[in-house]
């Protein structure tokens, strides 16, 4: 069965960097699309971004443009989120889904991870 | 940006009872609407894809219905499996999600 496996969240100060990863199994992870998606204590979820499932294209949304950046390893089944000049705003569970094709243009969410915690505070 | 406006925000039922989330789009979005259940500690899964069809495994007391800008997630007879949040998604353009139902006792 699909399994997402998130890690890396924590508590780090403001202006610092993070990476999270997300391990995958159970289906071919080179034949997806992937997203991270997030949600701040007692808000919505909010869409952060989406690669192809060869790495060859990414969107980031603007709240992260510029901070973030989607990629993968289809040699090690993983996605990555590596995060920089964090704020306290980016405060949130973050999420790892798998889509149901290939392209960055494929926004159904088929399988969430469990998530990992992020904490932005000094 | 497509705005989702999902209503109630919490929901007070008992088992057995017949239940109607709603979620309107700021625009129109076909059909290309999702719903996920949550529950507290667990991964959202995947309950209704494209307005109104049934992922495989997912029980037939759920059903979806609705396009253009008005949705609804209906649950025919509410089991304690039930008891969580619902959230809907649109993917007609970009990525938005409703601010989520929860559903309690």
């Known amino acids: 069965q699909v399994q997402l496996v998130e890690s890396g969240g924590g508590v780090v100060q403001p202006g610092t960097s993070l990476r999270l990863s997300c391990a995958a199994s159970g289906f071919t992870f080179s034949n997806y699309g992937m997203h991270w998606v997030r949600q701040a204590p007692g808000k919505g979820l909010e869409w952060v971004a989406v690669?192809?499932?060869?790495?060859?294209?990414?969107y980031h949304v603007d709240s992260v443009k510029g901070r973030f950046t989607i990629s993968r390893d289809n040699s090690k089944n993983t996605l990555y989120l590596q995060m920089n000049s964090l704020r306290a705003e980016d405060t949130a569970v973050y999420y790892c889904?798998?889509?149901?094709?290939?392209?960055?243009?494929?926004?159904?969410?088929?399988?969430w991870g469990q998530g990992t915690p992020v904490t932005v505070s000094s | 940006d497509i705005q989702m406006t999902q209503s109630p925000s919490t929901l007070s039922a008992s088992v057995g009872d017949r239940i109607t989330i709603t979620c309107r789009a700021s625009q129109s979005i076909n059909y290309w609407l999702a719903w996920y259940q949550q529950k507290p500690g667990k991964a959202p899964e995947l309950l209704i894809q494209?307005?109104?069809s049934l992922q495989s495994g997912v029980p037939s007391r759920f059903s979806g219905s609705g396009s253009g800008t008005e949705f609804t997630l209906t649950i025919s007879s509410l089991q304690p499996d039930d008891f969580a949040t619902y959230f809907c998604q649109q993917y007609h353009a970009d990525l938005t999600f409703g601010q989520g139902t929860k559903v309690e006792i």
């Open positions: 494209k307005a109104s």
């Open positions: 690669i192809s499932s060869d790495g060859g294209d990414t």
């Open positions: 889904v798998k889509t149901d094709c290939n392209s960055i243009g494929c926004r159904l969410l088929d399988y």
